[in-house]
């Protein structure tokens, strides 16, 4: 047992040697700090390591987040879109008989109703027992003639809103320009 251990310890100076020979004629043995300092790195643990996953994660949460927001506007345009629609319908089926231009009447109660909505960027039809009309005015002589005749009790009118859809991030637009929020409702006249 003392022969072998002996023999280690004479084997030691000599591969200590031979190593420091390699490293001075460039055989590719790297310096004892070199080793030294990837040593401390691995026995370093996991320091470090969240910051990096959360340097990697952060841009990707952050457009994720921003792409729910951006479709929780729209939906929100949507739903405020479909709301006011709806109310223009019934102001429009309540005003039978009181107004000489249905169109005006809905189509300002369909504005009002959406206050963050841009008035000037709505699309508007309606049909008025069976007669279709586009714009915002569809003014008549009489109650009797015109649209305001076509409001007779007992008809149906339709009114129908379009606003254009915005899909844009960081000012760069995601939906096609033709893309538009459309929302239509129909309403018994009264």
């Given at each position: 047992?003392?022969?072998?251990?002996?023999?280690?310890?004479?084997?030691?100076?000599?591969?200590?040697?031979?190593?420091?020979?390699?490293?001075?004629s460039g055989l590719g043995v790297p310096p004892k700090s070199l080793i030294r300092g990837i040593r401390a790195l691995l026995r370093a643990g996991d320091q470090g390591s969240a910051v990096l996953e959360f340097a990697l994660i952060l841009p990707m949460m952050l457009l994720l987040t921003?792409?729910?927001?951006?479709?929780?506007?729209?939906?929100?345009?949507?739903?405020?879109?479909?709301?006011?629609?709806?109310?223009?319908?019934?102001?429009?089926?309540?005003?039978?008989?009181?107004?000489?231009?249905?169109?005006?009447?809905?189509?300002?109660?369909?504005?009002?109703?959406?206050?963050?909505?841009?008035?000037?960027?709505?699309?508007?039809?309606?049909?008025?027992?069976?007669?279709?009309?586009?714009?915002?005015?569809?003014?008549?002589?009489?109650?009797?003639?015109?649209?305001?005749?076509?409001?007779?009790?007992?008809?149906?009118?339709?009114?129908?809103?379009?606003?254009?859809?915005?899909?844009?991030?960081?000012?760069?637009?995601?939906?096609?320009?033709?893309?538009?929020?459309?929302?239509?409702?129909?309403?018994?006249?009264?």
């Amino acid at each position: 047992m003392k022969d072998q251990v002996d023999s280690l310890i004479q084997a030691m100076p000599l591969k200590r040697d031979r190593n420091r020979n390699a490293a001075s004629s460039g055989l590719g043995v790297p310096p004892k700090s070199l080793i030294r300092g990837i040593r401390a790195l691995l026995r370093a643990g996991d320091q470090g390591s969240a910051v990096l996953e959360f340097a990697l994660i952060l841009p990707m949460m952050l457009l994720l987040t921003t792409v729910i927001l951006v479709f929780g506007i729209a939906m929100n345009n949507y739903l405020q879109l479909t709301n006011a629609v709806s109310i223009g319908a019934r102001t429009l089926a309540i005003s039978a008989q009181m107004t000489l231009d249905p169109c005006a009447t809905a189509s300002s109660a369909i504005t009002a109703a959406v206050p963050n909505l841009t008035p000037s960027k709505f699309t508007f039809s309606y049909v008025m027992n069976g007669t279709a009309y586009s714009g915002t005015s569809c003014s008549s002589s009489s109650v009797t003639s015109g649209a305001a005749r076509n409001l007779s009790s007992g008809s149906t009118v339709s009114v129908t809103a379009t606003y254009p859809l915005n899909l844009s991030v960081f000012g760069q637009q995601y939906s096609a320009s033709s893309a538009v929020l459309s929302a239509t409702s129909s309403e018994l006249v009264q």
